[in-house]
């Protein structure tokens, strides 16, 4: 039995069972947001070249052997990639040039001249022996500060994409008309023909394509209510009501009476969960089969995770990790215009250890493409290939527990209703800051000394520090180098910006691990980040 045979006889449960507890098979999961084919340069990509359906079937390829399942992003839940009758696309594009004056972007070329990036994709998938689930947005705001021209806006084409006549015509469905915030631009679920309209897209993937499965992307963005007027109650009854709603399309639209995998995409942060009105238990009864759980943008080692999995029994749960762990400021105007603190090999496999050790059953992989050269502006750092060699690890376990490890604490996502982020840190002379770390165990438990490193904003040249672990003082160092390999040197401390200290082995512990640093002598600074590294 091949591999792709293997996949499909896992799927296979009958619909008669759709209530019973299960799992999906996948232990490695891709998103593959499809823009990344046109804005990043790689191997089958020029600079501004237009898109060919070569190129999505490459962004399939390239995964081959490394991945389970493949999740596409066909655009931005908007407006379909695919021949679409809920909402035709030659007069979308004329209202379009009418009211933006823009035309279609190469996406909207390709499927106008009779193309279908969903059916690409499918048939690639099941080529490359990959599942080939789409990730449908369920509530983005890119472009959508356009909406309402004004003399001097420059839009785009990726308009074309993200603005609808519906959406145009009914700025009270906005979370807040007027507003041009990403959070207040997307529309307000308590309104039924909102999630009509969401719905009505679903139900065409779903009856004219033979997905394995389809996830429904609550992070893009983090916002679907007014919450002074949509109470939790109400909230969680909607979020779950919709989630209802897919299961039974994907189980009455199914072929071959196999079972098509339901996923959804959630905060990594249990507070932020009610924010958007999910219950996750009650979705895991409404027929969901697997849970993403993710920090939106970043790979992070501050979650809760353990506690996720207590509420998603029976079901696959998986972590999602990203190319980045830390963005910087804007460098120019516009989208794609931070530099970034790139994810290395360590800090992937060492926060896929943590997850596991939480209970998750799988990892996902979030904008992995976005290492390769994107956006605009100078200062950005370096750009390369992303690290595919790394995700031959990240299905095993017992492999990442015997590896290097290197934990952070790093300037994340600030999510909503989350709790405040660790970093950055103001620190004041004479007054302890404490940093929390969550360790698990390697193979074999703690053999080596660790190296814990902080990084501030300016020079401690002339500054005193000590620092404690777990209680205990323990002993600076004088090396403040990279741990490890670091690929893509961006937002790297000089070393005057950087103390360090030697952690011994016997000091680290499972769980809950505490450093305690304090400023004995110098001027007022912050700490912007924290690590502490291993070797195997």
């Not at 074309?160 to 631009?185: C, E, N, W």
């Not at 429904?216 to 969680?236: A, C, G, I, K």
């Not at 897919?246 to 639209?253: F, I, M, Q």
Request: aromatic share 10%; with cysteine; hydrophobic share 40%.
């Amino acid at each position: 039995m091949n591999r792709r045979h293997f996949l499909h006889t896992l799927a296979a449960v009958p619909l008669a069972a759709a209530d019973a507890p299960r799992k999906a098979p996948f232990r490695v999961l891709y998103s593959n947001d499809t823009t990344n084919i046109t804005s990043c340069v790689s191997p089958f990509h020029k600079a501004r070249e237009p898109f060919r359906k070569e190129m999505l079937e490459a962004s399939v390829d390239e995964v081959t052997g490394l991945v389970d399942a493949h999740f596409l992003q066909p655009g931005l839940g908007m407006v379909p990639m695919w021949p679409s009758k809920v909402l035709p696309l030659e007069p979308h594009y004329a209202w379009i040039k009418e009211r933006y004056q823009q035309g279609p972007d190469s996406f909207g070329k390709f499927v106008l001249g009779g193309g279908d990036v969903v059916k690409v994709f499918i048939d690639r998938c099941r080529k490359q022996n990959q599942a080939a689930f789409i990730s449908f947005r369920v509530n983005d705001a890119h472009h959508k500060e356009f909406v309402d021209p004004k003399p001097g806006d420059k839009p785009g084409s990726s308009i074309g994409m993200s603005v609808t006549k519906f959406y145009a015509d009914h700025p009270g469905h906005r979370i807040k008309p007027g507003s041009q915030r990403g959070a207040d631009l997307v529309q307000n679920f308590a309104e039924p023909a909102v999630r009509e309209q969401k719905l009505a897209l679903i139900r065409e993937l779903c009856e004219n394509y033979d997905l394995d499965g389809l996830e429904l992307d609550f992070l893009r963005f983090y916002s679907y209510f007014r919450e002074n007027e949509t109470p939790l109650v109400q909230r969680r009854a909607i979020m779950t009501g919709f989630v209802r709603e897919v299961r039974g399309l994907l189980d009455s639209t199914t072929q071959n009476g196999r079972r098509r995998w339901l996923c959804v995409r959630v905060p990594c942060y249990l507070t932020a969960l009610d924010v958007l009105g999910l219950d996750l238990k009650a979705l895991v009864a409404a027929g969901l089969d697997m849970v993403n759980a993710s920090a939106h943008y970043f790979t992070t080692q501050q979650h809760d995770l353990a506690a996720i999995r207590k509420q998603t029994e029976g079901v696959a749960l998986y972590f999602e990790l990203c190319h980045t762990i830390w963005k910087g400021d804007k460098v120019t105007t516009g989208y794609d215009v931070f530099p970034f603190r790139r994810a290395t090999r360590e800090h992937l496999h060492t926060s896929a250890h943590l997850a596991y050790a939480r209970g998750a059953d799988g990892i996902s992989l979030f904008n992995f493409a976005y290492y390769r050269q994107h956006g605009q502006g100078e200062g950005r750092g370096i750009f390369g290939e992303p690290p595919f060699e790394a995700l031959k690890a990240l299905r095993d376990p017992q492999a990442l527990a015997k590896g290097p490890q290197q934990w952070f604490i790093a300037y994340g996502w600030r999510s909503p209703g989350a709790k405040p982020l660790p970093v950055p840190r103001k620190i004041e002379l004479g007054k302890p800051a404490k940093f929390n770390f969550d360790l698990a165990a390697p193979a074999g438990g703690w053999k080596h000394d660790a190296r814990v490193r902080i990084q501030a904003g300016q020079s401690l040249a002339n500054s005193e520090w000590s620092a404690s672990f777990n209680g205990e003082v323990i002993a600076e160092s004088a090396d403040v180098s990279e741990p490890f390999a670091v690929p893509y040197p961006s937002m790297i401390a000089r070393p005057d910006e950087l103390r360090a200290w030697i952690v011994p082995a016997r000091l680290q512990r499972e769980g809950k691990n505490s450093l305690e640093v304090t400023m004995n002598a110098g001027s007022p600074t912050s700490i912007l980040f924290v690590d502490l590294a291993a070797a195997s």
